[in-house]
């Protein structure tokens, strides 16, 4: 081997060797907060391409924890929020966690760990005995059988259901599909794509996308020759962005629906830069958990994101971003359990998360952390309706929502219409 | 016919894109043999030089020119500033690629905890689209594609025929021996480090036109490819980064036109992997001398 080639050859070993050093290295943030304050853990990427999941996350964690504390705090605890990056990755988020698990005495709880790397991590948080409430969308977790693994947000496949819903609702006939092949839009395509067939709904083309390509001139054009009614699609940013800027500039874009991605503001400024904010907005229909923003919980959340404007900057930006009003009723709803278990012990709360949320009779609805710590310690029995709604989890630790498609008009997100559970079990052949 | 010829119409524009920084990249390693894998960074740090100005009123192509000068300047302040310290303590090829990590690693990180994890975009629209049946280009990537062609062609040209040039390759075939026949090494090694910058200044604007968006770590997250066409082409060879950047584009496309477009870098990367089994220098390179790193 010459000393070019030798040269490279190392180069090369190195990058390697360097990357699954830093698979091996990855910091996280977490640290035990002043004596005799809780802490929750954000876990999620803050670094990489899904950065943006993180500051999610949080946008929905402060907020809470605003409320929480304002309200005497949880058994006389503080609670704060503790960042802890998972980077998006398996490799990263499993030291991360196992991290944080051994070195956190005060970690009662865990909002996070999402598609990318729920799997990995779910099954030591479980073996730790914390409670996570996780926005995976990942069908694997549709029958869950982790006892501390709850999920607010309907899976993917409910999701993928929904947009095929959505596509008939708006009379379309000819729908295409583009999914992103990475794990988070890879939930929901299955289902987008038998609903759309089940519906009798011509597919005209249905796209898997290499992410983070530097071109998708060709993979545009063929959509664009397919001339669909809508395309049914999710993706990151970054290949939302470059796809649909081509297919702009070959064709013309369809209308879109899209899933509650597209409501995340890195989205919007991606396509938004893309295509254009006037064409991205006439043409998106997002099909979301129907969460209006009229419930009493969604205006506390409002208010208390507003307050936290210390540790979530520009807080507006997460006002209607579904998956940190999620991360908020996480919250809440932990904390209410502990109140209710009279414990902090995350073993102990864990099973009374069902008891503060399940509808029963007798039960006394609460909106709000201090609604609910004053009933329970009046002894009474409370049913939290968050700010996405009742939250009813079924044997798996899943809650179900309701859909709705919804539009941006002028700075805000609106209901344009509902999509009914009849409809999307027509979707998903129910 | 119609289906391949856009598709191989399309490769050619994603081929003109990475040939910027696929000869940036070459050119200096040939030259210095330092494996600079910091040089997504000073993509993106141009890049958004020229976000910077564009957005302050700029044109996007007055600001491109800005992002190569800044982006030399970059390129040529990392050298001077970090790796020339290594060099001189006798670092070895591995060390510096190790250097050059952890520079990347620190511009990167230091860039989106500035900027914020979030996305970037020119103010320049792609203008009147050409149409040749399912082929469409747009004004900007014809200007795109025009500059690419005009910069390799340059840097080829200064290579050949310029006495820097011929002390550049005189310095990627044996350092010891152009310091022996008097080639001024010290400046020959800055001034490849400032070319390589430029060239890294507009490949990143380039690609971020070209992809529509940008974030603090786009340029090192196409890194991967743009080494790719080099090696293809043959690890410092400008003419051999530009066949190779050709050859990434229309593979990736054709595949994605007609196989599965989820597959398409694996179609890419198996391309790669065949011409280097047979040919493991890559289709141009000559260099095959025993060398270190040049002071």
Same mark, same amino acid.
């Given at each position: 081997?010459?000393?070019?080639?030798?040269?490279?050859?190392?180069?090369?070993?190195?990058?390697?060797?360097?990357?699954?050093?830093?698979?091996?290295?990855? %910091?996280? %943030?977490? #640290? *035990?907060?002043?004596?005799?304050?809780?802490?929750?853990?954000?876990?999620?990427?803050?670094?990489?391409?899904?950065?943006?999941?993180?500051?999610?996350?949080?946008?929905?964690?402060?907020?809470?924890?605003?409320?929480?504390?304002?309200?005497?705090?949880?058994?006389?605890?503080?609670?704060?929020?503790?960042?802890?990056?998972?980077?998006?990755?398996?490799?990263?988020?499993?030291?991360?966690?196992?991290?944080?698990?051994?070195?956190?005495?005060?970690?009662?709880?865990?909002?996070?760990?999402?598609?990318?790397?729920?799997?990995?991590?779910?099954?030591?948080?479980?073996?730790?005995?914390?409670?996570?409430?996780?926005?995976?969308?990942?069908?694997?977790? /549709?029958?869950?059988?982790?006892?501390?693994?709850?999920?607010?947000? *309907?899976?993917? #496949?409910?999701?993928?259901?929904?947009?095929?819903? $959505?596509?008939?609702?708006?009379?379309?006939?000819?729908?295409?599909?583009?999914?992103?092949?990475?794990?988070?839009?890879?939930?929901?395509?299955?289902?987008?794509?038998?609903?759309?067939?089940?519906?009798?709904?011509?597919?005209?083309?249905?796209?898997?996308?290499?992410?983070?390509?530097?071109?998708?001139?060709?993979?545009?054009?063929?959509?664009?020759?397919?001339?669909?009614?809508?395309?049914?699609?999710?993706?990151?940013?970054?290949?939302?962005?470059?796809?649909?800027?081509?297919? #702009?500039?070959?064709?013309?874009?369809?209308?879109?629906?899209? &899933?509650?991605?597209?409501?995340?503001?890195?989205?919007?400024?991606?396509?938004?830069?893309?295509?254009?904010?006037?064409?991205?907005?006439?043409?998106?229909?997002?099909?979301?958990?129907?969460?209006?923003?009229?419930?009493?919980?969604?205006?506390?959340?409002?208010?208390? @994101?507003?307050?936290?404007?210390?540790?979530?900057?520009?807080?507006?930006?997460?006002?209607?971003?579904?998956?940190?009003?999620?991360?908020? &009723?996480?919250?809440?709803?932990?904390? @209410?359990?502990?109140?209710?278990?009279?414990? /902090?012990?995350?073993? !102990?709360?864990?099973?009374?998360?069902?008891?503060?949320?399940?509808?029963?009779?007798?039960?006394?609805?609460?909106?709000?952390?201090?609604?609910?710590?004053?009933?329970?310690?009046?002894?009474?029995?409370?049913?939290?309706?968050?700010?996405?709604?009742?939250?009813?989890?079924?044997?798996?630790?899943? $809650?179900?929502?309701?859909?709705?498609?919804?539009?941006?008009?002028?700075?805000?997100?609106?209901?344009?219409?509902?999509?009914?559970?009849?409809?999307?079990?027509?979707?998903?052949?129910? | 016919?119609?289906?391949?010829?856009?598709?191989?119409?399309?490769?050619?524009?994603?081929?003109?894109?990475?040939?910027?920084?696929?000869?940036?990249? +070459?050119?200096?390693?040939?030259?210095?043999?330092?494996?600079?894998?910091?040089?997504?960074?000073?993509?993106?740090?141009?890049?958004?030089?020229?976000?910077?100005?564009?957005?302050?009123?700029?044109?996007?192509?007055?600001?491109?020119?800005?992002?190569?000068?800044?982006?030399?300047?970059? *390129?040529?302040?990392?050298?001077?500033?970090?790796?020339?310290?290594?060099?001189?303590?006798?670092?070895?090829?591995?060390?510096?690629?190790?250097?050059?990590?952890?520079?990347?690693?620190?511009?990167?990180?230091?860039?989106?905890?500035?900027?914020?994890? +979030?996305?970037?975009?020119?103010?320049?629209?792609?203008?009147?689209?050409?149409?040749?049946? /399912?082929?469409?280009?747009?004004?900007?990537?014809?200007?795109?594609?025009?500059?690419?062609?005009?910069?390799?062609?340059?840097?080829?040209?200064?290579?050949?025929?310029?006495?820097?040039?011929?002390?550049?390759?005189?310095?990627?075939?044996?350092?010891?021996?152009?310091?022996?026949?008097?080639?001024?090494?010290?400046?020959?090694?800055?001034?490849?480090?400032?070319?390589?910058?430029?060239?890294?200044?507009?490949?990143?604007?380039?690609?971020?036109?070209?992809?529509?968006?940008?974030?603090?770590?786009?340029?090192?997250?196409?890194?991967?490819?743009?080494?790719?066409?080099?090696?293809?082409?043959?690890?410092?060879?400008?003419?051999?980064?530009?066949?190779? =950047?050709?050859?990434?584009?229309? !593979?990736?496309?054709?595949?994605?036109?007609?196989?599965?477009?989820?597959?398409?870098?694996?179609?890419?990367?198996?391309?790669?992997? =065949?011409?280097?089994?047979?040919?493991?220098?890559?289709?141009?390179?000559?260099?095959?001398?025993?060398? =270190?790193?040049?002071?």
């Amino acid at each position: 081997m010459t000393g070019k080639w030798k040269s490279f050859g190392i180069a090369v070993a190195v990058v390697g060797a360097l990357g699954i050093a830093a698979c091996g290295s990855s %910091s996280s %943030s977490s #640290s *035990s907060g002043p004596k005799g304050n809780l802490e929750f853990a954000v876990f999620h990427a803050f670094s990489g391409p899904n950065a943006a999941y993180g500051p999610e996350a949080a946008a929905g964690c402060y907020p809470a924890i605003v409320e929480i504390n304002a309200a005497g705090g949880i058994l006389g605890h503080k609670v704060h929020c503790t960042p802890v990056d998972s980077k998006g990755e398996p490799a990263d988020a499993v030291p991360a966690a196992n991290r944080m698990i051994a070195s956190s005495s005060s970690l009662v709880g865990v909002i996070g760990g999402g598609s990318n790397e729920a799997t990995a991590v779910v099954p030591l948080f479980q073996q730790a005995h914390i409670p996570i409430f996780s926005t995976t969308g990942q069908s694997s977790f /549709d029958h869950n059988t982790a006892s501390y693994f709850w999920r607010i947000l *309907s899976p993917d #496949s409910a999701q993928g259901s929904a947009m095929a819903a $959505a596509a008939k609702k708006l009379g379309i006939t000819r729908a295409a599909t583009m999914f992103g092949n990475d794990i988070a839009a890879q939930g929901s395509a299955p289902s987008a794509i038998a609903g759309v067939k089940r519906l009798g709904l011509a597919l005209p083309a249905s796209q898997t996308l290499a992410v983070g390509q530097s071109s998708y001139r060709s993979e545009a054009t063929a959509m664009s020759n397919a001339k669909p009614q809508a395309i049914i699609t999710e993706a990151d940013p970054q290949t939302s962005a470059t796809y649909f800027s081509e297919l #702009s500039q070959v064709g013309q874009v369809p209308k879109l629906i899209t &899933d509650p991605v597209s409501q995340e503001p890195n989205w919007r400024k991606a396509m938004g830069g893309a295509i254009g904010t006037t064409l991205l907005n006439k043409q998106d229909y997002a099909v979301v958990a129907y969460s209006p923003a009229t419930l009493p919980a969604y205006k506390v959340f409002t208010s208390e @994101l507003m307050a936290s404007a210390k540790h979530v900057p520009n807080p507006s930006q997460w006002n209607a971003d579904l998956y940190s009003v999620a991360d908020y &009723d996480s919250a809440i709803i932990m904390a @209410l359990a502990m109140d209710a278990a009279h414990s /902090d012990a995350p073993g !102990v709360y864990n099973r009374y998360v069902t008891k503060v949320t399940a509808p029963s009779s007798g039960a006394t609805i609460v909106h709000t952390y201090a609604a609910g710590k004053a009933a329970l310690a009046h002894g009474k029995h409370i049913q939290y309706v968050g700010a996405v709604g009742p939250v009813h989890f079924n044997q798996w630790h899943n $809650a179900g929502n309701a859909f709705a498609i919804e539009r941006y008009v002028n700075g805000n997100w609106k209901v344009y219409s509902l999509i009914t559970a009849a409809e999307i079990n027509a979707a998903a052949g129910f | 016919m119609a289906v391949f010829i856009s598709a191989v119409g399309f490769g050619v524009v994603t081929a003109a894109i990475l040939a910027i920084s696929a000869v940036g990249f +070459t050119l200096q390693f040939s030259v210095t043999n330092v494996f600079n894998l910091a040089f997504g960074s000073v993509m993106t740090l141009s890049g958004f030089v020229a976000y910077w100005l564009n957005h302050a009123g700029l044109n996007i192509w007055v600001a491109m020119a800005a992002a190569a000068v800044s982006g030399g300047l970059i *390129s040529l302040a990392i050298n001077e500033a970090i790796y020339t310290p290594f060099i001189r303590h006798g670092l070895n090829l591995f060390g510096m690629v190790i250097v050059t990590i952890s520079v990347a690693v620190i511009f990167d990180h230091g860039l989106q905890a500035a900027v914020g994890p +979030t996305f970037f975009s020119y103010t320049a629209p792609a203008g009147k689209a050409f149409r040749f049946a /399912d082929f469409v280009l747009t004004r900007q990537e014809l200007i795109i594609v025009g500059i690419a062609v005009l910069l390799t062609i340059l840097v080829q040209v200064a290579l050949q025929y310029t006495r820097v040039g011929k002390a550049m390759r005189g310095l990627a075939i044996n350092a010891s021996l152009a310091r022996a026949c008097g080639v001024p090494t010290r400046g020959v090694i800055a001034l490849a480090w400032f070319v390589s910058g430029v060239l890294a200044g507009v490949g990143g604007v380039a690609l971020f036109l070209d992809i529509s968006t940008f974030t603090a770590t786009t340029g090192s997250e196409f890194l991967i490819v743009i080494i790719a066409a080099a090696v293809l082409g043959g690890i410092g060879s400008p003419r051999g980064a530009v066949l190779g =950047a050709l050859v990434v584009g229309i !593979v990736t496309e054709v595949g994605a036109a007609y196989w599965n477009a989820e597959l398409k870098d694996v179609l890419a990367f198996g391309v790669l992997i =065949a011409v280097l089994l047979v040919r493991p220098q890559g289709l141009f390179s000559r260099l095959a001398t025993e060398r =270190a790193i040049a002071r």
